[in-house]
């Protein structure tokens, strides 16, 4: 009877610290689980940079003779951006970025994005890409400008307030967030990433977010003159243009002493 | 029971089946795939898909038959599997309005017709097997189409007709009244308002109708309606980032007969099967793979647009056939077959099973054609139509460096795109010929298409030439069976390019320099004719005598031809010292941006203004640049005893202007004078040491052409009218566009005369032979005596066309004047008609008198050489596209420029 009662007793505790558990694990267990093994509370899905419409800028002219022969082509994909990218392409005076973070707990808050900057040159002058499509602008709600001491994201209608002071994220597991933003630099060549503030189970933690491939987002100022000028030709393949062309073409450009 | 011998027969019976049975059995099998479209038939179809503002099919298939509408207003019932015409549904004697629409549903025939501006259209329904008539009615299908924001809308076929109903879609605009119709009777049956604030789109399959919709909050639907009751089936809730906030056009929904329904919003496209089951969320998600389960055709276009390659490629267009594609059931990935037709002219009517039927919209040979599915064994990549993909040429290997030393040594070559589209050929499908040197221009060259025969091959080039041939100028002294140049004109400049066709492959040539393309492309004919048609030669143009040069972008400025050198400039900003003779290249100036203006060359100086804010001053002789200048020129150049007068605005934008005179030997400003209010350029006239100017408010301006001191002024017309001047020895004739004309002596401004017109004068006048001729934007000309203002006469003609430009010629007593659809020959004295000559769609260039001869361009840019007493042609030439200058005869030539580039010499005496 003893026996019985034991074993009834221990079916019962089992049965108990089984409901207990799996109600915990199932409320807490997967945070719990990823943040001992150090998974981070966000997932950063998707990042971009839009160079299609954009004046871009390298910092080192375009001169050997294989890389120059596929900014000339029309060799599209990774054959193109590996040769900008060791050039170090920047966009010219403002970088659209966009993001698209995950939820990585079953429940966080992302209190604060903010554009960390970690290094800054002069303007990049080797050459610029004038695109000359004209096509719309398009409206993004968040902007922080690098030549400000501390950048921060505000919006257009209120661009004296941080964006993150009032207004946050929450995100559940698995829930995406797209965030298209928009970072300026008129002064210099800046390398910046962008650092995330997450509010997860009473604990804060700062994610970085790097720019595609593993590159710094980059962002330069107008130089006053370019060693080479570019535009978009009517094959839409770059062409090389004279200074005085690209005067005419592109206002930001126009601006400068060199014109 | 079975005897020995009998056991031993059937033993061995047995035996050989078991042998012929067991290779059979243990070969691998190879199913039958679909490999191919065949064209099975065709048949003219020359009216439009639909009207713009219906999207109604003009031709539909069934099972049972192909219904084509005429613009004669019958319809052509054709058998699907054969063509062969079985009967036609004859035109309504009593109802003159075009057919709006074709449908075909179950048994019947159901034809709608009326015309875009008027909201009553008539429905008619008729028996498919007779062709008699069922029922009539009178539907509302307003043409209104909303224009305010936030508004629902619904765009998309306004009449869609199934087997269970027709389906009505009264308004483009809220309030959306949705009318079911029976297919038999035409009766309603039914009748819905949409809910507000969503924009709808629908397609029809052969029992339902497909409905997608954006509603306020970016919920995005796609119902399944039933025709009859237009009661919901089945509805799914589309997720897309890029909805639009308002919603609007950026979602469309296509269908085929099967239920097969393709939606697509903004960039992401959804494929369902019949039964509301999403197959994919393609295409680039889905990918083009090989037929399997072959649906039936659900979209035709090109290959690179459905696998998700958008903007890859140029135009979005590459390979050049059109795809059919259809949706596999299994899997959801899209399939592609190549048809032999280019894929921005084709789109899908219908298909029954194994055959497809599309309409092609070639210009002058409008089809529908029906193809017939074969299978086969091949496992080569569908994309390349039959055809192994080692057939295609490496791009790089159609040209060699030796090739392109006709520009200059050092040329590399790199292949193209990387990231092609879907299934990779082995070699390279386009190449970029890179220069040396930043000052060169960069060759590039597609493989379009390598047909499985040479038949197919021409007849896609064929109806490619005809497709470019409508869109673009091309260069008609180049043209040769399988070779065709042309110009595009993109919004950011112009390039040149060169379509060729060599037994099976089509191949296309590209460059931001016509020069270069001109010189590359014989050379890549030859190589591939050397490569395909071994001992064939090269077909050569037709055209003999004269000559012509290409430029990059339009001719817009009137050559110059001083002293057997012709000056010419183009839109690509170049200043050019030919040969008049020869054509020959004396020398160049890249003068950074558009010339859009006369230049003039005087005393050895080629004076130039380009659109980007420079003129210069070039030595004739050299092109040696003397002096350039950054000022914004908007008129042609007037230069007169050492100076040079412009009209400029700064800003750009600005509504006034002020009249400039710089030193021709320096380009120093001397001085500047504005008038009052607006000005629009009326060009500088002089006489003597006085400049005269006219005005947009009806005043005449006389300076002082040393200081720029104001002498006298003139109210020659109201102070709103423009005033037009001209100069005939010491008078200069006002005329303004309230009709007043005045004769003012040059040097006093005394007014001579004074004449007033029942008419508006709207271009400046031209002096000959003691009259006065005026002329306005109605095609009106009139003619006053030079000494008294006295009117001689007035012809009127019927103009207006927008870009009408009014001019006259004068010689041998006999005035010549156009207008929209002729040239008319006028007695001087009396003005009647003394002979008249077609223009087609008008008059652009000229008239202009010399030698007994007038020359004058027509609209579809051919230049007529007429007998000037009689009007007969003596010659006539196409030039590619329109002519942009007025016709210069000089040294037994004729000079034109034309909107492909080209300036053209030809003989005088015959071209």
């Known amino acids: 009877m003893r026996t019985w009662l034991a074993g009834i007793l221990s079916a019962v505790i089992i049965a108990v610290i089984g409901v207990v558990f799996t109600t915990w694990f199932n409320a807490r267990g997967p945070d719990a689980v990823d943040r001992i093994s150090g998974e981070p509370p966000i997932k950063v899905g998707h990042v971009a940079v839009d160079y299609s419409t954009q004046d871009t800028a390298l910092r080192e002219p375009v001169t050997d003779p294989g890389e120059r022969a596929v900014l000339l082509s029309s060799a599209s994909g990774s054959r193109h951006d590996a040769v900008m ?156 243009i004279p200074r005085g062309q690209a005067c005419v073409i592109e206002r930001k450009i126009q601006k400068t002493k060199g014109c | 029971m079975l005897t020995v011998r009998g056991r031993r027969r059937a033993a061995g019976v047995l035996l050989a089946v078991v042998l012929v049975a067991c290779p059979a059995a243990s070969a691998p099998r190879l199913p039958l795939v679909p490999v191919e479209w065949r064209a099975a038939w065709s048949v003219p179809a020359d009216t439009d898909t639909g009207e713009p503002f219906f999207e109604t099919p003009r031709y539909a298939v069934s099972d049972h038959a192909v219904a084509v509408a005429t613009r004669q207003g019958t319809v052509r019932i054709h058998d699907p599997r054969t063509g062969e015409l079985r009967r036609t549904v004859p035109a309504d004697p009593a109802l003159t309005a075009p057919i709006t629409g074709v449908w075909i549903a179950a048994d019947t025939l159901v034809v709608s017709r009326g015309t875009p501006d008027i909201v009553d259209h008539a429905l008619d329904g008729h028996d498919l097997t007779t062709g008699a008539a069922l029922w009539r009615r009178t539907i509302a299908v307003s043409s209104h189409q909303p224009r305010t924001e936030g508004i629902g809308a619904y765009r998309g076929p306004r009449i869609m007709v199934t087997e269970r109903g027709i389906v009505v879609l009264e308004r483009s605009a809220e309030p959306l009244d949705i009318r079911a119709l029976d297919l038999r009777t035409g009766a309603t049956t039914t009748r819905v308002t949409y809910p507000r604030g969503c924009h709808l789109r629908g397609a029809a399959t052969a029992r339902s109708v497909a409905l997608l919709s954006s509603c306020a909050g970016n919920k995005l639907r796609l119902t399944s309606m039933d025709p009859r009751t237009l009661r919901h089936g089945w509805t799914r809730l589309l997720s897309s980032f890029s909805s639009p906030p308002g919603g609007d056009a950026a979602i469309r929904v296509t269908a085929n007969a099967e239920g097969y329904v393709h939606a697509s919003v903004g960039n992401d496209d959804f494929f369902y099967g019949a039964d509301g089951r999403l197959l994919s969320t393609g295409p680039e998600a889905a990918g083009v793979m090989n037929p399997s389960r072959w649906s039936p055709p659900l979209l035709a276009g090109s290959y690179s647009g459905a696998a998700g390659h958008r903007g890859a490629l140029l135009d979005n267009g590459w390979p050049l056939p059109a795809y059919l594609f259809s949706v596999d059931s299994g899997t959801g990935r899209l399939s592609g077959l190549p048809l032999d037709l280019p894929y921005h002219r084709v789109s899908l009517v219908g298909s029954i099973r194994g055959m497809a039927f599309v309409h092609s919209d070639v210009p002058d040979d409008g089809r529908i054609t029906a193809y017939k599915l074969s299978y086969g064994l091949s496992r080569e990549p569908t994309r390349f139509g ?173 050559p110059v031809v001083v002293d057997g050198v012709v000056y010419a400039t183009s839109g690509d900003g170049t200043v050019s010292a030919l040969d008049a003779a020869t054509g020959a290249m004396r020398w160049r100036f890249q003068t950074g941006g558009s010339l859009l203006f006369d230049h003039v060359v005087v005393d050895g100086t080629v004076f130039a203004a380009n659109t980007s804010g420079r003129l210069v001053a070039l030595d004739a002789a050299t092109g040696r640049m003397r002096w350039s200048r950054r000022i914004d020129v908007y008129s042609d150049l ?180 156009g207008d929209d659809s002729r040239l008319y020959a006028l007695d001087a004295v009396t003005g009647t008609v003394r002979w008249s000559f077609p223009l087609g769609k008008g008059l652009t260039s000229g008239p202009v008198a ?46 034109v420029g034309g909107s492909n580039g080209n300036v053209y010499a030809l003989p005088a005496a015959g071209g």
């Open chain 1, 85 to 240: 990218a060791r050039h170090h392409r920047a966009p010219l005076e403002k970088v659209d970025v966009t993001v698209v973070l995950i939820g990585n707990r079953s429940s966080l808050r992302i209190i604060d994005i903010k554009p960390r900057v970690l290094d800054r040159k002069s303007v990049s002058d080797g050459a610029v890409l004038v695109y000359t499509s004209g096509g719309e602008v398009d409206t993004i709600e968040l902007s922080a400008d690098l030549d400000e001491p501390a950048p921060r994201f505000a919006t257009a209608k209120d661009p004296d307030t941080s964006y993150f002071r009032k207004k946050q994220i929450d995100l559940k597991r698995g829930e995406r967030v797209t965030l298209s933003m928009s970072i300026k630099g008129t002064a210099a060549y800046y390398e910046f990433d962008l650092l995330v503030t997450v509010l997860a189970e009473d604990r804060t933690e700062q994610i970085t977010i790097e720019g595609p491939d593993k590159n710094p987002f980059r962002v330069t100022g107008t130089a006053d003159a370019y060693r080479t000028y570019y535009t978009l030709s009517p094959l839409r393949v770059w062409q090389p």
């Open chain 2, 386 to 558: 039959g055809v192994s993909a080692s057939a295609w040429p490496d791009a790089c290997a159609l040209l060699t460096g030796h090739d392109l030393s006709v520009l200059a040594d050092g040329y590399r070559a790199v292949p193209g795109a990387d990231d092609s589209v879907g299934t990779e050929p082995p070699k390279p499908e386009r190449c970029d010929w890179i220069p040396p040197t930043d000052d060169g221009v960069v060759v590039s060259l597609s493989v379009e298409w390598v047909s499985s025969s040479n038949a197919g091959a021409r007849k896609l080039f064929t109806a490619e030439v005809g497709v470019i041939k409508e869109a673009n100028a091309f260069d008609p002294t180049t043209e040769s069976p399988g070779f065709l140049s042309y110009t595009v004109a993109e919004t950011n400049g112009f390039y040149g390019a060169t379509i060729i066709n060599v037994g099976p492959v089509i191949v296309r040539l590209s460059s931001l320099s016509r020069q270069a393309v001109r010189l590359i492309s014989p050379l890549l004919q030859g190589n591939l004719l050397a490569h395909y048609q071994p001992g064939v030669r090269a077909p050569g143009p037709a055209r003999e005598g004269g000559w012509n040069h290409p430029t990059d972008a339009v001719v817009h400025a009137e």
């Open chain 2, 638 to 817: 007037v230069v007169a005893a050492g100076r040079l007068y412009v009209w400029t605005r700064n800003p750009a934008w600005s509504v006034s202007a002020e009249v400039v005179a710089l030193n021709g030997a320096s380009g120093k400003r001397l001085w500047s004078f504005q008038p009052e209010g607006d000005v629009l350029n009326p060009d500088p006239v002089l006489v003597g040491e006085v400049v005269h100017v006219g005005s947009d408010h009806g005043m005449v301006y006389a300076l002082d052409a040393t200081s720029g001191a104001q002498k006298w002024r003139l109210r020659a017309g109201g102070g709103q009218d423009h005033t037009h001047l001209v100069r005939a020895g010491g008078v200069v004739y006002a005329a303004s566009t309230d009709g007043e004309v005045h004769a003012l002596e040059g040097s006093s401004g005394k007014v001579r005369w004074s004449s007033g017109l029942d008419g508006p004068v709207d271009f400046r006048p031209v002096v000959a032979g003691g009259a006065v001729y005026l002329g306005n934007k109605d095609g009106t000309t009139y003619a006053l005596d030079a000494a008294t203002g006295t009117r001689l006469w007035s012809f009127q003609t019927e103009g207006d066309r927008p870009g009408f430009k009014w001019d006259v010629a004068v010689a041998q007593g006999l005035v010549y004047a």
């Open chain 2, 850 to 895: 010399e030698g007994g001869t007038i020359h004058v361009g027509d609209n579809e840019g051919t230049l007529h050489v007429l007998d000037a007493a009689t009007g007969t042609v003596r010659w006539s030439f196409q030039t590619g596209g329109t002519i942009e200058t007025r016709p210069v005869v000089a040294g037994g030539l004729v000079y």
